[in-house]
Nanobody
Framework: QVQLVESGGGAVQAGGSLRLTCVSS????????MGWHRQAPGKERELVAT???????PDADSVKGRFTIARDTVKHTVYLYMDRMKPEDTAVYYC?????????WGQGTQVTVSS
C-alpha cells in the first residue's frame, strides 16, 4: 500500500504562483510514475502533469509553460509548480502514484484562483 498526502493548496490571485507538494509513504520503493490531476466543479478529473517522460497529458496545452512537475526521490516527494495562474486553474488537485497496474490517490488539495 502507498499513502499520498498533498499540501500547498490555497487561494491566489490570477498571475500568482503556488507550489503543491505530495509526500508518499508506505511501499514507496514500488512506486513507478507519479502525476498530478485536477478536478474542477462539474468536470471530470484530468491529468495535468506526469513524471512519465513519454507521456503528454491531455490537458497539456492549457498548462504548458506554466506548470512544472518535479520529483525528489530522496524525499519521496513530488511537486507541482504552478506559475502565471488563471481562474480556470481553480480545482481540487490530486497526487497520483502508479504501482504496477494499481493507482493510488491522495485526498486532494483545493486551489482557487481569483481574477
Amino acid at each position: 500500500q502507498v499513502q499520498l498526502v498533498e499540501s500547498g493548496g490555497g487561494a491566489v490571485q490570477a498571475g500568482g504562483s503556488l507550489r503543491l507538494t505530495c509526500v508518499s509513504s508506505g511501499s514507496r520503493s514500488s512506486i513507478g510514475d507519479m502525476g498530478w490531476h485536477r478536478q474542477a466543479p462539474g468536470k471530470e478529473r484530468e491529468l495535468v502533469a506526469t513524471t512519465r517522460r513519454d507521456a503528454i497529458p491531455p490537458d497539456a496545452d492549457s498548462v504548458k509553460g506554466r506548470f512544472t512537475i518535479a520529483r525528489d526521490t530522496v524525499k519521496h516527494t513530488v511537486y507541482l509548480y504552478m506559475d502565471r495562474m488563471k481562474p480556470e486553474d481553480t480545482a481540487v488537485y490530486y497526487c497520483n502514484a502508479k504501482v504496477g497496474s494499481k493507482n493510488f490517490w491522495g485526498q486532494g488539495t483545493q486551489v482557487t484562483v481569483s481574477s
